[in-house]
Nanobody, 124 residues
């Protein structure tokens, strides 16, 4: 069984920063693809960023390029989403996801494992 636990969400003013963490346990993630998605109330879950667990290949949604950075700490089995220059439109619940295959995936249907989500609210 795979467990993903997000943390680090909160309330921040526009232009501020937050760092989300996603701690993974239960499986070895050395070959897994990881992703971050976000969801606003009443809307579909949308892609934010993805990368392989190993290697540096990363892809971002156009709306967050240059502002968000997806990184990992293999020793801690944890991935991070550094969020800078935040905007009110970044407000959403952010989810960490893992896919038990190699690749970079932007569709939520490719991911088998999900965290519980963490709320990010950006005030104007």
């Amino acid at each position: 069984q795979v467990q993903l636990v997000e943390s680090g969400g909160g309330l921040v003013q526009a232009g501020g920063s937050l760092r989300l963490s996603c701690a993974a346990s239960g499986r070895r993630f050395s070959r897994y693809a990881m992703g971050w998605f976000r969801q606003e109330p009443g809307k579909e879950r949308v892609f934010v960023a993805a990368r392989g667990w190993t290697g540096g290949s990363t892809t971002y949604a156009d709306s967050v390029k240059g502002r968000l950075t997806f990184s990992r700490d293999s020793a801690k089995n944890t991935v991070y989403l550094q969020m800078d220059s935040l905007k009110p439109e970044d407000t959403a619940v952010y989810y960490c996801a893992a896919a038990d295959t190699i690749g970079l995936f932007t569709s939520p249907t490719n991911y088998a494992y999900w965290g519980q989500g963490t709320q990010v609210t950006v005030s104007s």
